[in-house]
């Protein structure tokens, strides 16, 4: 299994991640990102046709040229076109890592692949594609787009103006030479993950040449995943020797182009990596659960002054920090975090707040939770650590818990956010900090024995709460970058 902590594989998650975060990351998706949703690779795709050729497609490497064998002896495409519809037109569920990067704000991807995997899995994540499989399409642009999707060789729904054959292949430049711009375009200026891929595809490698010898020294860094050569069934020493050899002679040959390989044990290692790349970008943003309708003993000056200081902290450290400016407190948060972002003069109020305020003037109050609940969940759904802090309110002359916060801790829990319940704020943060105390591993499995011993201080009953302020923050900074 390879770990997270390999060198190669920790570099790429902190220089992958910059990119995600910059807006300037790219996919590029192969045959070997759809395969384990059900699809055939190429191979499958023409063993029949191979079959009908009398060749035996196992033994074959040049594939394209199958393809043409079968189309100068038909004269047809009809079974070339049939056999995309009936291979990969089935409505099959998109795989965990489509899911995981199409969650990612990663809003270009190019694949040579003819589903629909891609544009299904951003969809089902609420994001407006714009699909791009005819070189025509280049010059239009859908309004309020998230992102965009160029299927370079077409796709299953046109599968006679599918790039299959080698007429196809020689044709390309010609025939669809605006996607050999855009993409040589966003070589340039994105760092791809490649996915999938083989680096066989004739197209793909005209235009990585063209790319290289524009800019000979100073391309972008690009990244493939590739599994580590093991031995076949039956096969030889000499064979297997000679299967090693090639692949290291084939990532080589890759650093040509700038792109980096990355090699895992087995392909669900992919899996393990991108979850992490997704839970570290998750972890810039910071959830706090706060409200206080009750102020003592500390007073409500006293109180805004923290919650002022701990947003400014927030922000001062490069996180970015949600909140549904809860009750009493939640607006002097807010204030910390935008005087912050002013003052650095840096950076974009977006990149550093997601401000969701909770809709009020709902009368029926089912119909307020179950909004309350959804809303909840959207915001939470954004975000990796959320901290709780205070959390009381007052009913008929009372002071209670927040029942709110409840369900914020619950919902974070569910979507495996890091929970930090700050015990010294008193109220509901006090009853969660004790239940993960009670049972820290199931509710602090994500902290080490120090940063648990973090939390336990943090529960201490305390006269100034100013001094929260920067133990919670460096709590939070380490989660970001992964530092135990």
């Not at 074959?60 to 189309?71: G, P, R, T, V």
């Not at 080698?166 to 669809?176: I, K, L, M, P, V």
């Not at 993409?183 to 999938?196: E, I, N, R």
């Not at 040509?256 to 895992?264: E, F, K, M, P, S």
Request: proline content about 3%; charged content about 30%; overall charge negative.
């Amino acid at each position: 299994m390879t770990d997270i902590t390999d060198k190669t594989v920790s570099a790429f998650l902190k220089r992958y991640l910059a990119e995600v975060e910059a807006g300037n990351a790219a996919i590029f998706a192969g045959a070997g990102l759809s395969a384990p949703a059900g699809y055939v690779d190429w191979r499958e795709l023409l063993r029949e046709i191979a079959d009908e050729l009398d060749l035996r497609i196992d033994l074959e490497n040049d594939l394209i040229s199958i393809a043409q064998f079968h189309l100068n002896i038909k004269k047809s495409r009809f079974r070339l076109n049939q056999a995309i519809i009936d291979k990969l037109s089935a409505d099959n569920d998109p795989t965990i890592n489509h899911r995981i990067l199409s969650r990612l704000p990663i809003n270009t991807w190019w694949t040579t692949n003819y589903d629909q995997l891609i544009e299904r899995a951003l969809k089902d994540v609420g994001k407006v594609v714009d699909v791009k499989s005819d070189h025509h399409q280049l010059a239009n642009t859908k309004a309020r787009r998230d992102t965009i999707v160029y299927k370079m060789h077409g796709d299953v729904d046109r599968p006679n103006d599918a790039v299959v054959t080698r007429d196809d292949y020689e044709a390309y430049a010609h025939d669809r030479g605006p996607f050999v711009s855009a993409l040589a375009g966003d070589l340039v200026s994105k760092t791809f993950l490649f996915l999938g891929f083989s680096f066989t595809d004739p197209n793909l490698e005209h235009v990585l040449a063209r790319v290289r010898l524009s800019l000979r020294n100073n391309a972008r860094e690009h990244y493939a995943f590739f599994r580590k050569r093991v031995r076949l069934d039956g096969e030889t020493d000499d064979a297997y020797a000679h299967g090693l050899a090639r692949q290291k002679l084939v990532i080589d040959d890759l650093s040509r182009y700038g792109v980096t390989a990355i090699l895992v044990d087995e392909y669900s290692d992919i899996n393990n990596i991108l979850a992490e790349l997704e839970r570290r970008y998750r972890r810039q943003t910071v959830f706090v659960s706060a409200s206080a309708d009750d102020f003592e003993p500390w007073g409500k000056p006293a109180i805004e002054t923290f919650m002022r200081d701990l947003g400014a902290a927030l922000v001062e450290k490069g996180l970015r920090l949600a909140t549904g400016l809860g009750l009493g407190v939640g607006n002097a948060l807010f204030t910390g975090a935008i005087e912050s972002v002013l003052k650095s003069r840096t950076s974009h109020i977006e990149d550093s707040l997601i401000i969701r305020p909770f809709p009020q003037h709902i009368p029926d109050a089912v119909e307020r939770q179950r909004v309350w609940a959804e809303y909840r969940r959207r915001i939470l759904s954004e975000v990796g650590v959320s901290i709780f802090l205070f959390g009381n309110k007052v009913a008929d002359g009372k002071t209670v818990p927040a029942d709110g916060m409840e369900r914020e801790w619950e919902i974070a829990r569910e979507l495996g956010l890091v929970v930090l319940p700050i015990g010294a704020t008193g109220s509901t943060a006090r009853s969660l900090a004790e239940r993960a105390f009670a049972e820290p591993d199931t509710y602090l499995t994500e902290l080490d024995a120090k940063q648990r011993e973090v939390i336990v201080s943090l529960s201490k009953d305390t006269d100034d709460l100013s001094k929260l302020i920067d133990p919670i923050v460096k709590l939070a900074v380490d989660l970001r970058l992964g530092q135990r």
